[in-house]
């Protein structure tokens, strides 16, 4: 079963547009939700990220959107360069209890910005 | 560099070897995760180190997979018996003490003939 469950698969975006992706997730004991960028045969690194107490978190042209209620959060790439293209990753995990530290991660988003 | 480290970066192997991989975190990060991704999918968690005790195997971690991190240092997984199945890229993370945010190395491709 898909802990956090991400889309689109895959989107195209012109340069200087938005790119949206989405994520959402059921259990409720996950309070931290990282989203990761990574390239061809290199590792995810670690983008932004956001616990539950705020509703968006902005760094730069990145902004994650989290609704708790709805159980669902979002990255936002603001003026979309073509050197964001690659597989961004959502995830959550817990920050207490016995899984703590353990991320979910969901299936990937390949973003393509055309120049 | 400070940043993860995993070696080899590739390894070939052929059905029914041993294989090691080594993962060197971070400076003074105390936890340490390895990690699973298969083509087309997220890192699926394995199991995770908080400096030498591993807390939590993931039902991914079958008897054939073992974990070690002996000095609370470098960690090593090593697979045995290797399957065609065991193909992927293994990745390892680690973080601070306290801290949330998880760091990964550029992994280890392992290829299963």
């Known amino acids: 079963q898909q802990q956090v469950k991400q889309s689109p698969q895959s989107l195209i975006v012109q340069k200087g547009g938005i790119s949206i992706i989405n994520c959402a997730y059921e259990?409720?004991?996950?309070?931290?939700f990282p989203w990761y960028q990574q390239f061809p045969g290199k590792g995810p690194a670690l983008l932004i990220a956001i616990r539950p107490d705020v509703s968006e978190k902005k760094e730069g042209r990145f902004t994650i959107s989290f609704n708790k209620s709805a159980k669902q959060f979002s990255l936002h790439i603001m003026d979309s360069q073509p050197g964001d293209s690659a597989t961004y990753f959502c995830?959550?995990?817990?920050?207490?209890?016995?899984?703590?530290?353990?991320?979910?991660f969901g299936r990937g988003t390949q973003l393509t910005v055309w120049p | 560099d400070t940043g993860v480290s995993q070696n080899p970066r590739h390894k070939i192997t052929k059905r029914g070897q041993n294989v090691t991989f080594r993962c060197d975190p971070i400076s003074e990060h105390n936890r340490l995760y390895w990690y699973r991704q298969t083509l087309g999918q997220g890192p699926e968690f394995l199991t995770y180190f908080q400096n030498e005790a591993q807390l939590e195997k993931s039902r991914l971690l079958s008897d054939r997979f073992s974990a070690e991190r002996p000095k609370g240092s470098f960690s090593t997984l090593e697979i045995q018996r290797t399957e065609q199945g065991d193909s992927a890229m293994y990745l390892c993370?680690?973080?601070?003490?306290?801290?949330?945010?998880?760091?990964f190395g550029p992994g280890t491709r392992l290829t299963v003939l």
């Open positions: 995830a959550a995990g817990p920050l207490r209890g016995s899984t703590l530290g353990r991320l979910y």
């Open positions: 259990n409720t004991a996950f309070d931290y």
């Open positions: 993370a680690s973080s601070l003490p306290n801290r949330y945010e998880q760091f």
